[in-house]
């Protein structure tokens, strides 16, 4: 019998695998590499310096930024991904070789780095957004570095980062990169660093959004769990630039409740909102909390209960909200709750917007209703409003073919009738899951037959010869 060959395990590119492969054939290897990768050969250069302690290294990074910061010169498309590679080069020397030697002397330079992204982002297209990236990445890579200064050195941080808390930040990375330092650093530290900012706080009424030293005084506030802070911090602001109600949601996660009381009902002054590169990459954008949701959890925490339901009531009644019902409906008493249902289902059918009532019916869910509303309001059902009525006919198709029938013919009238050629596979399918509906044995509701409804629309619009040629035989067949 023939003997087979041993598989041997197929070795993987981490530690273990560049351990196996020997240092004399791995030296090879990176040697290659540096010789054909500008950007790889900078990065081992740096990595050697550190071998002779942090004046080597810190002598190498700086020349590197010196050349970056006085350089003028457009990049070009064609040279932007070598030019993506040199700016991760330098990152990361920084990040890994000179933070292994020196913590404190490499988030200098690291902050030096991200405060130069503005000159960088006069130079680049960047629609990519990869060189933003690299400079997000470098934000948080400061927090990191931070953390690992030493106790003792920790105090000597905020005036490296102050710099960059003056003027406009257009980009968002000089307010992203002081958050992550601020989140990192100790709490003896950032006492003091919070009453240096605010005795300098100074914001004029017409400043347009936030200065950066805003935020930092926020994270802040959240490092070291001090509701004073934000309570300071929105005291001090004009009005048209306050966030009661982000305020008044610490509060009340804090148990302050009168106080957040006083702060959601506090009106906040409607302005233009932007979002930076920086707050994208941020990952922590998040909408704001819905006012008359916090407030009635608010009053429930002052044991108001007779306020908090008339309260959800009131938001349920204005936008017809699934999610303020079913808290009326949970903390209503023994038995109230049916007559509190009752008079729901009764408001809904009195709603002026046929697509606000069937969206209620649709997440509440109480399908039968929305079948019956539907057939009932066949005429208000527009195929524009796709968003809703493609959803509400693929949930009651299979229990409620009639319901399903009138949403399916008005989203495909609503493309034949616009002549929409670039939707005509669309129209298709619907007209397909028509023929398919009709097939089906059962009541139509009184609904005109499927033949007499595709004849009538290709009588119409005898001309869209580019959807009748896509339509399939079977389409024509009637109930």
């Known amino acids: ?150 106790a003792a050195h ?81 005291d001090a602001l004009p009005e048209a630039l306050r966030e009661p109600v982000i305020l008044a949601e610490k509060l009340f996660a804090g148990g302050r409740h009168a106080e957040a009381l006083v702060w959601v009902r506090t009106p906040r002054k409607d302005r233009l909102g932007f979002f930076r590169r920086a707050d994208m990459l941020s990952g922590e954008l998040k909408a704001p909390p819905d006012r008359q949701r916090l407030e009635a959890a608010i009053l429930d925490g002052l044991k108001d209960r ?45 709603e002026s917007n046929p697509h606000a009532a069937l969206r209620f019916y649709l997440e509440w869910p109480k399908l039968d209703l929305a079948a019956r509303y539907i057939v009932e309001r066949q005429g208000n059902w527009h195929g524009e409003d796709y968003e809703i009525l493609l959803p509400a006919a693929e949930a009651l198709e299979d229990d409620y073919p009639a319901a399903a029938t009138v949403l399916y013919r008005a989203l495909a009238v609503h493309i034949v009738t616009r002549g929409i050629s670039q939707a005509y596979d669309y129209a298709v399918g619907y007209l397909m899951k028509l023929a398919a509906l009709a097939a089906r044995p059962g009541d139509n509701e009184g609904l005109m037959p499927h033949g007499d409804f595709v004849a009538g629309l290709r009588k119409e619009y005898p001309r869209r010869y580019g959807l009748w040629d896509l339509v399939p035989p079977e389409v024509y067949r009637s109930q």
């Not at 629609?127 to 997000?136: E, K, L, P, V």
């Not at 699934?322 to 009326?328: D, H, W």
Request: proline share 3%; charged share 25%; glycine share 8%.
């Open 154 to 234: 920790q105090a000597e941080i905020p005036a490296l980062v102050a710099p960059g808390l003056k003027g406009t930040d257009y980009h968002g990375f000089k307010t992203l990169l002081a958050v992550r330092i601020a989140a990192a650093l100790s709490p003896e530290v950032l006492k003091v660093w919070d009453g240096q900012l605010a005795a300098s706080m100074t914001i004029p009424a017409a400043t347009p959004f936030l200065p950066a030293i805003v935020h930092v005084r926020r994270a802040i506030g959240d490092a070291l769990g001090d509701l004073d802070v934000h309570v300071a911090i929105e």
């Open 306 to 350: 007779t306020g908090s339901q008339a309260l959800r009531w009131k938001a349920f009644e204005q936008r017809l909200d699934v999610g303020m019902l079913k808290e009326y409906i949970a903390k209503a008493g023994d038995f109230e709750e049916f007559e509190a249902l009752d008079r729901a289902f009764a408001h809904v059918e009195r």
């Open 1 to 150: 019998m023939a003997k087979t060959a041993r598989t041997t395990r197929k070795a993987k590119l981490d530690r273990d695998g560049l351990t196996a492969l020997g240092a004399d054939r791995l030296i090879g290897i990176v040697l290659d590499e540096a010789a054909l990768n500008p950007s790889f050969k900078k990065r081992l250069n740096a990595a050697l310096a550190g071998l002779g302690g942090a004046a080597g290294v810190a002598k190498l990074i700086d020349n590197r930024l010196a050349a970056l910061e006085k350089s003028r010169t457009r990049i070009r498309w064609q040279k932007e991904r070598a030019f993506g590679n040199d700016l991760e080069s330098i990152s990361a020397s920084i990040i890994k070789e000179f933070g292994a030697v020196d913590p404190l002397m490499a988030l200098e330079r690291l902050i030096r780095f991200v405060l130069g992204y503005e000159g960088i982002a006069e130079r680049v297209n960047d629609s990519s957004g990869r060189i933003a990236g690299i400079y997000g990445q470098a934000c948080w890579a400061a927090g990191q570095l931070a953390q690992a200064v030493p």
